[in-house]
């Protein structure tokens, strides 16, 4: 018999999962919503004997992880859209020093303080960075709290094989909503990792660091990082489709704006409406050439966000104007209502029933 | 045949249980095979009004787990009734705690049932049963939706083994609502 299903909150299969990835090392500062993260790891972090440390700041959260990473550590933070912001700093950091670990994002709404509802204002953040200089971080997308949880194994592995940090954007609503979940087994991968301190007793000493002050050592350690993303780039492009094959409009969209684009698909099938839905379940890299090739075909794109465009850029750079891309957002807090899609969609088809008629 | 799916909304005062009772619907439906997800209502709630969360049960994938317009309703306290009446699907069940609300629903064109819900779980001896007094009543005037029997097992999945010894209680109140929504 397969391992069981359970009713888990999402941010609770987030570290349930962080767990069995082997992170027993984790840092971080309270804010809503993904308060049931540090709460989980309060339990049962002492029961497997690792260490949860609820830092003085988001900032110091961020800089123990760096400390811990460094050390070969499997290490984790976790905060909400202003608190991400203020780890941007330590997340340049770790990112030019090229140490490996997990960062999660619970995004509510912005900017500053905004409020505490689920939001999707964070993918510039998330994807360009926050922080100073040339880098990139993974930025893996989750739909449901089995995704929260298979992709945070994941995201352990990804951070050690390629010495990235790699970030869990969720919003708001993924995190506080519970669901079915089976819970994801280890991996069993390991990973050497022979440039962490761990003590240079009988070997030769080693440097992490992000400063690199000698004539044109910067340049070749940011061409050296930019091969590893193009790298990534070849590897990593991770989506899913939902009846795109003769799809005439293509949804775009990830998380719960996703779930609701879905729902949209399917009652506009149901309406005689081609449409399909294209979900980047990595946003960065973003599934850029597989977004082209539908676009080849399709009449229109329709990019759903809670926010007022920020994803839609990308979608835009993938499509390369092979057809028009339109968008729809909420913002604060606010969900795209189910009907708003459909009516949105149900619009293109007339205008292009009435185009053809027009030529 | 796909069963309908629905959007649920329950809702009272801190400390009645609303999330409890949501947890035991989802948890039903799951082991029944049927997509769930429950949501807890986390704004900026005043003092005295209410908790509440949001249920789907489906068999499709959920799209949204919040519910703006629900097909059930069960308002443990008056604040709820106020709240969430008007935005209630047409048609749709809506089932009142009578032992606290003092204004009755009023609206023509929903199945409007009043339980004494506080009042049956007092006479078990606690007034923190009218969740599971309502859920009872639910189960009643839903045909074909879940049964006392999986409840029951939801329970024991649900409660810590700490609370574990107040099921027995918890399905006595369960049955008290099943059979005085089933007489009305």
Known sequence: ?359 | MMKPTEEIVISGFGGQGVLLAGKLLCIAAMRGGRHVSHIPSYGAEMRGGTANCSVVISDEPVASPVVEHPGVVIALNEPSVAKFEPKMRPGGLLIWNSSLVKTPPTRQDLQIVDLDATGISLEEGTERGANMAALGALIALREGFLSLEALDEALDEAVSARNRERNPVNRRILRAGYSAASAA
């Open chain 1, 1 to 359: 018999m397969s391992k069981k299903t359970v009713l888990m909150k999402g941010n609770e299969a987030l570290a349930e999962a962080a767990l069995i990835a082997g992170c027993r090392h984790y840092f971080a500062y309270p804010i809503t919503p993904q308060n049931e993260i540090p709460a989980y790891m309060a339990k049962r972090m002492p029961e497997l004997g690792g260490v949860f440390l609820q830092a003085e700041s988001e900032l110091a959260a961020i800089n123990m992880v760096m400390g811990a990473a460094a050390g070969g550590a499997r290490t984790m933070t976790s905060s909400s859209s202003p608190g991400m912001a203020l780890k941007q700093e330590g997340i340049s950091y770790i990112s030019g020093a090229e140490l490996p670990c997990v960062l999660v994002n619970v995004m509510r709404g912005g900017p500053g303080l905004g409020g505490i509802a689920g939001a999707q204002g964070d993918y510039f953040q998330a994807t360009r960075g926050g922080g100073n200089g040339d880098y990139r971080n993974i930025v893996l997308a989750p739909g449901n709290a089995q995704e929260l949880a298979d992709f945070t194994v994941d995201a352990f592995d990804l951070a050690d094989e390629y010495r990235i940090p790699v970030m869990i954007l969720a919003d708001g609503f993924l995190g506080q909503m519970s669901e079915a979940v089976v819970l994801p087994e280890p991996t069993g991968k390991t990973f050497e990792k022979d440039w962490a301190l761990t003590g240079a007793k009988d070997r030769n000493k080693r440097l992490v660091a992000s400063l690199r002050l000698a004539e044109g050592s910067l340049e070749a350690h940011n061409l050296h990082l930019q091969k590893k993303y193009d790298s990534i780039t070849q590897a990593l492009r991770r989506f899913e489709t939902y009846k795109t094959d003769d799809a005439d409009y293509v949804l775009v969209a990830y998380g719960t704006s996703a779930r609701i684009s879905r729902q949209a698909v399917d009652r506009l099938r149901e309406a005689g409406v081609k449409a399909g839905l294209f979900r980047p379940t990595s946003l960065w890299p973003f599934p850029d050439k597989e977004l082209h090739e539908l676009a080849r075909k399709a009449k229109r794109i329709l990019t759903v966000e809670m926010s007022l465009g920020q994803m839609v850029e990308d979608v835009r750079l993938a499509v390369e104007g092979r057809c028009p891309v339109e968008f729809h957002g909420r913002a604060g807090g606010a969900l795209p209502a189910l009907d708003d899609v459909i009516e949105t969609v149900m619009r293109f088809e007339r205008e292009e029933v009435t185009h053809v008629h027009a030529s």
